[in-house]
């Protein structure tokens, strides 16, 4: 028979060993009550409000994503300080914004290899950015991401005959986003007796410095990018139904930093999951229908979709998993809403963001390999 003691110790490890998986969800799930700001979330909304209810009122509501991104992205972009500062730096963000969209929705309907090998260049290209500045890589990331938004929501345009999509009025959408942020800021320092303002995501670096582009930081960037080529290769190489959710799920999981931690990675995976899974159930809600019903389904959804965001902008510092769950769901009702519904497809839909979100836990593990090589050759043993 076994003595006590041995029996208290192996009860001991049981009771730890049950309890890391509960640990770890409360880290990932814990809370910051103070990082919450739903003043910015309102104001996102009131602002949001005014190109849906225009694209409402012209019939062209395949416009709206890019608006709501162009002026979302601009808000995260300012850099504060004054007027002029801020304006300047904002126009030049959406003016490469513009470019980015161009580009996304001009190859959008071409073959998958021009998309793939597109993705790539703007990913490895948004890695790079560190070495102009933590703020620049930042931006850059922003910009990564809309990109593989538009071609994921440009490939799905183009597969419904039924909607027409140009490429010149979705980059007049993006600017015109960003344009209204603008003028917002312009109202707001006028308001203000045109005295200089912090940036209005205090939380965001603001550092310009250059940094040494290192070996360790270069190669985790084409790693990244070999990553995004490769969820575009097998979502449009092989045809895959809603196979765009696979790029979008990866980008959203996957680390922007190869110093990343490990909590922050596990909250972007958590998130884009959950993400995916309210955003299929919610699109399920038009299944079968037609006329007005479908129509007046669709607008709610988009209705739903803003407010997700607008929850998204409100618990950006709350927790980062919700945070990323909200902006998720949101864009990807936005990105799918075209496409037909039914319990078919949001069984693809889940599926393909879990081999998205595969990719991303693939890149983590190799950036913790890569982090631990750095690790001993920085600090060799004595």
Same mark, same amino acid.
């Given at each position: 028979?076994?003595?006590?003691?041995?029996?208290?110790?192996?009860?001991?490890?049981?009771?730890?060993?049950?309890?890391?998986?509960?640990?770890?969800?409360?880290?990932?799930?814990?809370?910051?009550?103070?990082?919450?700001?739903?003043?910015?979330?309102?104001?996102?909304?009131?602002?949001?409000?005014?190109?849906?209810?225009?694209?409402?009122?012209?019939g062209?509501?395949?416009?709206?994503?890019?608006?709501?991104?162009g002026?979302?992205?601009?808000?995260?972009?300012?850099?504060?300080?004054?007027?002029?500062?801020?304006?300047?730096?904002?126009?030049?963000?959406a003016?490469?914004?513009?470019?980015?969209?161009?580009?996304?929705?001009?190859?959008?309907?071409?073959?998958?290899?021009?998309?793939?090998?597109?993705?790539?260049g703007?990913?490895?290209?948004?890695?790079?950015a560190?070495?102009?500045?933590?703020?620049?890589?930042?931006?850059?990331?922003?910009?990564?991401?809309?990109?593989?938004v538009?071609?994921?929501l440009?490939?799905?345009?183009?597969?419904?005959?039924?909607?027409?999509?140009?490429?010149?009025?979705?980059?007049?959408?993006?600017?015109?986003?960003?344009?209204?942020?603008?003028?917002?800021?312009?109202?707001?320092?006028?308001?203000?007796?045109?005295?200089?303002?912090?940036?209005p995501?205090?939380?965001?670096?603001?550092?310009?410095?250059?940094?040494?582009?290192?070996?360790?930081?270069?190669?985790?960037?084409?790693?990244?990018?070999?990553?995004?080529?490769?969820?575009?290769?097998?979502?449009?190489?092989?045809?895959?139904?809603h196979?765009?959710?696979?790029?979008?799920?990866?980008?959203?999981?996957?680390?922007?930093?190869?110093?990343?931690?490990?909590?922050?990675? +596990?909250?972007? $995976?958590? !998130? *884009?999951?959950? @993400?995916? =899974?309210?955003?299929? &159930?919610?699109? %399920? #809600?038009?299944?079968?229908?037609?006329?007005?019903?479908?129509?007046?389904?669709?607008?709610?959804?988009?209705?739903?979709?803003?407010?997700?965001?607008?929850?998204?902008?409100?618990?950006?510092?709350?927790?980062?998993?919700l945070?990323?769950?909200?902006?998720?769901?949101?864009?990807?009702?936005?990105?799918?809403?075209?496409?037909?519904?039914?319990?078919?497809?949001?069984?693809?839909?889940? +599926?393909?963001? $879990?081999? !998205? *979100?595969?990719? @991303?836990? =693939?890149?983590?593990? &190799?950036?913790? %390999? #890569?982090?631990?090589?750095?690790?001993?050759?920085?600090?060799?043993?004595?």
């Amino acid at each position: 028979m076994k003595s006590g003691h041995e029996q208290r110790n192996r009860t001991r490890h049981t009771v730890r060993a049950r309890g890391k998986p509960k640990n770890w969800l409360s880290k990932v799930f814990r809370l910051n009550r103070a990082g919450v700001n739903w003043p910015r979330a309102v104001l996102f909304l009131d602002v949001a409000l005014v190109p849906m209810v225009v694209f409402w009122a012209i019939g062209h509501e395949q416009y709206l994503l890019s608006a709501l991104f162009g002026l979302m992205f601009a808000a995260l972009a300012d850099p504060g300080g004054g007027y002029g500062h801020r304006a300047s730096h904002i126009a030049l963000f959406a003016l490469t914004g513009a470019g980015v969209t161009a580009l996304g929705f001009a190859i959008g309907g071409e073959a998958w290899g021009w998309l793939t090998l597109a993705a790539f260049g703007v990913t490895l290209a948004a890695g790079l950015a560190v070495a102009f500045g933590v703020r620049r890589f930042v931006n850059a990331l922003l910009l990564n991401i809309w990109f593989i938004v538009t071609l994921g929501l440009s490939y799905g345009l183009h597969q419904d005959a039924r909607i027409t999509d140009h490429t010149w009025a979705q980059v007049l959408a993006w600017s015109g986003g960003a344009a209204l942020w603008i003028v917002l800021t312009f109202a707001e320092w006028l308001i203000r007796g045109r005295r200089d303002l912090l940036q209005p995501f205090t939380e965001l670096p603001g550092d310009t410095s250059r940094k040494k582009l290192t070996g360790p930081v270069a190669v985790f960037a084409v790693i990244r990018a070999l990553v995004i080529a490769g969820a575009f290769a097998l979502a449009f190489g092989l045809d895959l139904s809603h196979g765009y959710w696979i790029p979008i799920a990866a980008i959203v999981a996957m680390k922007p930093s190869l110093e990343q931690a490990t909590l922050v990675s +596990l909250q972007r $995976l958590s !998130g *884009a999951l959950i @993400g995916a =899974l309210a955003a299929a &159930l919610l699109l %399920l #809600l038009p299944a079968g229908e037609t006329g007005i019903r479908l129509f007046a389904m669709e607008r709610g959804l988009e209705v739903v979709a803003l407010i997700l965001l607008m929850h998204g902008i409100g618990i950006r510092f709350l927790n980062y998993a919700l945070y990323c769950a909200a902006i998720a769901a949101g864009v990807l009702i936005l990105t799918d809403l075209p496409q037909p519904t039914d319990y078919a497809a949001e069984g693809y839909r889940v +599926l393909r963001t $879990l081999c !998205g *979100a595969g990719m @991303g836990v =693939l890149v983590m593990l &190799l950036a913790g %390999l #890569l982090s631990q090589h750095t690790a001993r050759t920085a600090n060799p043993p004595a």
